[in-house]
């Protein structure tokens, strides 16, 4: 599943190139067999599997696996093409050995299946800018520290919400 946007204006055939290799990324991870999530900026997206943003990135065309989440050494590169052609076992090594970044979602205790998806305003009509948070069974908020996650349940007092 693929929720990207753009974070900064581009033009039509930057965003098209684009739109095209995102498409080809999640085709890659259908074609392997693993449901992952796209998200983020959609110029860098960030591809996340259960309660982890795993070690690679995309640069051009290029899928790249890292040994590291955080400026880790390139261990195997996948080219996205429309016909998609690679060897599976080093990226199942890969999955096995790398390390991948731990997230952090918010969900509701007494609605299990309920988790923090954003937010919207108490009223548009007025100059109140006061947000309060929205609920969902699909697409959570994804925050890559349990620290920050943290500060949103203090910020909007979710005391009936815990962090997985």
């Known amino acids: 599943m693929e929720r990207t946007q753009m974070k900064r204006p581009l033009d039509k055939d930057l965003k098209q190139t684009i739109q095209k290799r995102n498409y080809r990324l ?7 067999g693993l449901e992952v999530e796209i998200i983020g900026d959609m110029e860098t997206p960030a591809v996340i599997k259960g309660d982890y943003c795993l070690a690679c990135y995309v640069h051009n065309f290029h899928l ?3 040994d590291h989440y ?9 080219k996205l093409q429309s016909i998609q052609e690679f060897e599976t076992e080093p990226i199942v090594e890969w999955m096995k ?19 923090l998806v954003g937010y919207n305003f108490k009223s548009k009509e007025t100059a109140d800018v006061e947000k309060y948070p929205v609920f969902g069974r ?3 908020k994804v925050y890559f520290t349990e620290d920050y996650a943290k500060e949103i349940k203090d910020l909007y007092q979710l005391d009936y919400c815990e962090i997985l």
């Open 97 to 115: 050995t790398a390390t991948h970044r731990r997230i952090y979602r918010i969900k509701m205790l007494n609605e299990p299946h309920l988790f």
């Open 138 to 140: 699909y697409s959570g």
């Open 26 to 32: 999640s085709k890659f991870w259908e074609k392997l």
């Open 64 to 66: 790249i696996f890292t």
């Open 70 to 78: 955080d400026q880790g050494k390139e261990v195997y590169r996948v």
